[in-house]
């Protein structure tokens, strides 16, 4: 099989002090760090969607990288030139996990009879690869946004018919995730939304929903899926409105209707703040819930409104996730870099370059959350705050469930008065952590 990325050698850790571009300068995938080693903490996976198919078209103009790997577009040669592309990316980086769509991975036909042969047929040519090489699939998904039968939604359709082709992808994603080994199965809400009240029932659509993720945990359980199912939140873009808006949302949705004890929920840091959150504080949602599955690491820009899926820079923010993956013990899935190159940055190498950049801030970030959890004094104060709750006996009282409403007023009215509490001492914490960072 002749080399796609011909100028691009293995990229190899060679420390913070190293010039060269095509090299990591933090991810040492062996180094140990808190018992397990950054590979085994950082299951890191390509997404097939941006790597390997976007070439920077925007509204305002077409492609500017040429992602053909000498294959003429929408052929099944190309689609195996991609094979051959993607697998060669990951083995030169390291990458041990990928992600993909149905329709990343085949141009989709006519006849869904046709597409689903043609994804029977590259999913052999990937499994090949999967078996030279040891990389395997962390999560599979149905595109049903892109195609314009889903206009209105695919859960959420007005057409029974969409419905039903929704259903088809599904099925058959999952059959292709299943047989790639894939650990997670995402639904992403797409158009899983509105526009407008005026021309939606949301109830109805809502349970339609709930009704196909029902059939797919069925189905999947039945097929021998094991793994977990994911929801992907995010709260606008494409539509107005979205249901799954955040992890909060989407947990309640899916405690409703009995489906979460197959889903977990697949945090991106972009849509977090879409949504109007931190990265953190939805890894903590879902964490605190038992639902953190798996990560879309990128990131977003504070100054554009919209899903700009960059790679992954902010160190601050890549600390705090894996502060929150560390105390979580840990993802189920792994970090999935649904990114993409800025427009601008159309080369072979800008490819490499980007994976280097993501790679290394998530090695940053779990270096310096390691530090946080070591020095101990963050999760100190946090434990001191809540100490009334513990170390008093009407705390005691109410953390055991045994008070009263009326037991807590008298012991109000004996007391009389109450001082304020400890100070929250935000400033200090910001300074511990600056402290741990560049210290
Ligand atoms: C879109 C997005 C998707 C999902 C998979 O914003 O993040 O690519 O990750 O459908
Ligand atoms: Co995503």
Redesign the pocket.
Known sequence: MAEIFKNIPEIKYEGPASKNNLAFKFYDPEKVVLGKTMKEHLPFAM?W?HNLCAGGTDMFGRDTADKTFGAEKGTMAHAKAKVDAGFEFMQKLGVEYFCF?DVDIVPEADDINETNARLDEISDYIIEKMKETGIRCLWG?A?MFSNPRFMNGAGSTNSADVYCFAAAQIKKALDLTVKLGGKGY?F?G?REGYETLLNTDMKFEQENIARLMKMAVEYGRKIGFTGDFYI?P?PK?PMKHQYDFDAATAIGFLRQYGLDKDFKM?I?AN?ATLAGHTFQHELRVSAINGMLGSI?ANQGDYLLGW?T?EFPFDVYEATMCMYEVLKAGGLTGGFNF?AKNRRPSNTHEDMFEAYVLGMDTFALGLLNAAKIIEDGRIDEFVANKYSSFRNTEIGSKILSGDATLEDLAAYAADKKNVETPCSGKQERLEGIINNILFG
């Open positions: 997404a969607w769509h998904t595109n995402v992403w797409g992907e995010k873009e697949n991106e849509h879309d899903d899926d649904d």
